[in-house]
């Protein structure tokens, strides 16, 4: 998933159906000297039908389902539909189309989704007297257009209806109190300019990178996590979070997407799906921690496929959220456990066929930890591939954002 190439409930059904020949023959044989402009009052934002849903999935599969058969890609995308986050209406997928032509005769011009996040908002604040106010948000993924619908502006225009209909979107009484969504977010695969221009401004995007290392160092102090010890881990990363937000200083808003449960099983379960599909078993380490409670230094990742068994270079062992307890200990009491943390990851990463490790936007506090841990790493700022962009419903700039914790955890 992720922003690609722009090529109420939710009332898709979350199960998979096959496209249905008139879905599939319309979608991908409409005359194109009989479709609308993109600017034409004839073309509406809609919801697909599930036959049409699974048609743009089987579209998408060349670009984005290297690593599975195209049953188990349309399979994983169905099985997505039905995790924590996304079920109940957390995911709505939307397409845009002719208004007058009928569902499953209708030509899909271009198509994306959206899943709906808890978020939390500080305004000013510092010296932890802020008030921190929860919402939401959404992160919008498989920004799609066909090849031969390409070149229109189809994809602009479903931007900006998306943009605009994500404002109020499933939002309740909103962050913001008057009933809006907080933000939306994408990663945008082509560069910082297009989805810039329609409302969702780049901010940083960089990661360190380890390779990985077969076998684990002798005296490791990391114990390992697996699924029975997220719960509490994200309970306390939240209160964390929530804290951290409250103590900073006046003058921005800060913003951030919740490291909850849900958040981080959506990422596992995928991987869980991808892993099972190419390995035939699934991992048991999903990360690794040191420290005493009160003290302690965590990460937890996922393994994410795009090569599979071909190809190293589409697998990457992203970690998803870094957190440390205490950041007020120096940098001298946490160093050995962050090394024992990363040193699990490389082994995990060289086991899983991975091409490297990836740490997404590293605190000031984690980047003094990799520079002082003695492990060999290559700092990476990203200017096309992973864009992290926000769109903000608030009354402020966007440019007075402080977008905190803005780590892998967040994409979708």
Not at 87 to 113: K, Q, Y
Not at 158 to 172: N, P, T
Request: proline share 6%; aromatic share 8%; with cysteine.
């Amino acid at each position: 998933m992720g922003s690609h190439n722009p090529s109420a409930t939710n009332p898709s059904s979350s199960t998979s159906a096959p496209p249905s020949p008139a879905a599939a023959a319309a979608a991908s044989s409409w005359p194109l000297d009989s479709l609308p402009d993109a600017s034409s009052p004839q073309l509406i934002l809609t919801h697909p039908t599930p036959a049409e849903r699974t048609h743009t999935w089987k579209m998408t599969y060349p670009m984005w389902g290297g690593a599975l058969t195209e049953h188990d890609y349309l399979a994983r995308e169905a099985y997505l539909t039905t995790v924590p986050l996304a079920r109940d209406g957390g995911i709505t997928h939307w397409i845009l189309t002719v208004a007058d032509a009928a569902p499953d005769r209708r030509p899909i011009l271009s198509s994306c989704e959206s899943l709906r996040k808890r978020a939390v908002v500080c305004r000013g604040g510092g010296d932890g007297d802020g008030k921190v106010k929860e919402g939401v948000a959404h992160g919008i993924a498989s920004v799609f257009t066909e090849p031969r619908f390409r070149g229109r502006g189809y994809a602009s225009r479903m931007m900006r209806e998306v943009g605009e209909r994500l404002r109020g979107w499933q939002a309740g009484g909103g962050g913001n109190g008057d009933g809006r969504s907080l933000f939306s977010v994408l990663y945008s695969d082509i560069g910082k300019t297009f989805y810039a221009r329609h409302g969702w401004a780049a901010f940083e995007s960089s990661h360190v990178a380890f390779k990985p290392v077969e076998g684990l160092a002798e005296g490791q102090v990391a114990r390992v996590i697996g699924y029975h010890e997220l719960a509490e881990l994200c309970a306390v990363d939240e209160r964390l979070l929530r804290a951290n937000l409250a103590r900073r200083g006046p003058g921005k808003t800060h913003v951030a997407l919740v490291p909850e449960l849900d958040t981080l099983l959506w990422h596992l379960m995928r991987e869980d799906y991808m892993t099972k599909s190419i390995f035939g078993r699934t991992p048991i380490v999903r990360g690794a921690v040191a420290g005493e409670p009160g003290k302690r230094v965590w990460a937890v990742w996922m393994r994410g496929y795009y090569g599979g068994l071909k190809k190293k270079e589409g697998n990457t062992l992203h970690i998803l959220r870094v957190v440390v307890e205490d950041p007020e200990q120096p940098d001298e009491k946490l160093v050995d456990g962050f090394r024992s943390i990363v040193q699990v990851a490389q082994h995990e990463a060289a086991e899983w066929k991975t091409q490297d490790v990836q740490m997404w936007n590293p605190t000031p506090k984690i980047k003094g930890l990799v520079e002082k841990c003695g492990i060999e790493f290559e700092f990476v700022t990203r200017d096309k591939d992973s864009i992290a962009s926000l769109r903000w419903y608030g009354e402020e700039p966007t440019a007075e954002l402080d977008w905190v914790a803005n780590e892998k955890y967040a994409w979708c």
